[in-house]
């Protein structure tokens, strides 16, 4: 079973940054697609980045040129760096395989709030 463990968020201001962290438990996943989601308050959870072994990011329409999305496989860890950040980035942030059959639970998540 693999876990994926959030780090990073926090409270920030209108075009202020932040770098998230994910930890991944097992680190023979460096092969596999992993992304970065998030869920704003009563809205449905959204796919915000994915990167693939090679280091490829693709990303929401809304954050692309914002975000970057990044792993070292010496680490086991992905991050996201996000800049110029808006209020409406404001949510819960996970990560997690981007293959279903890979998403053996889902972690806490980290909060992050964007203030105008």
């Known amino acids: 079973q693999v876990q994926f463990e959030e780090s990073g968020g926090g409270l920030v201001q209108a075009g202020g940054s932040l770098r998230l962290s994910c930890a991944i438990s097992?680190?023979?996943?460096?092969?596999?697609?992993v992304a970065w989601y998030r869920q704003a308050l009563g809205k449905q959870r959204e796919l915000v980045a994915t990167i693939n072994g090679g280091g490829s990011g693709l990303y929401l329409d809304s954050v692309r040129g914002r975000f970057t999305i990044s792993r070292d496989n010496t680490k086991n860890t992905v991050y996201l760096q996000m800049n110029s950040l808006k209020p409406e980035d404001t949510a819960v942030y996970y990560c997690?395989?981007?293959?279903?059959?890979?998403?053996?639970?889902w972690g806490q998540g980290t909060q992050v709030t964007v203030s105008k």
């Open positions: 097992q680190s023979t996943f460096g092969d596999n697609v």
């Open positions: 997690n395989a981007y293959d279903p059959q890979w998403q053996d639970s």
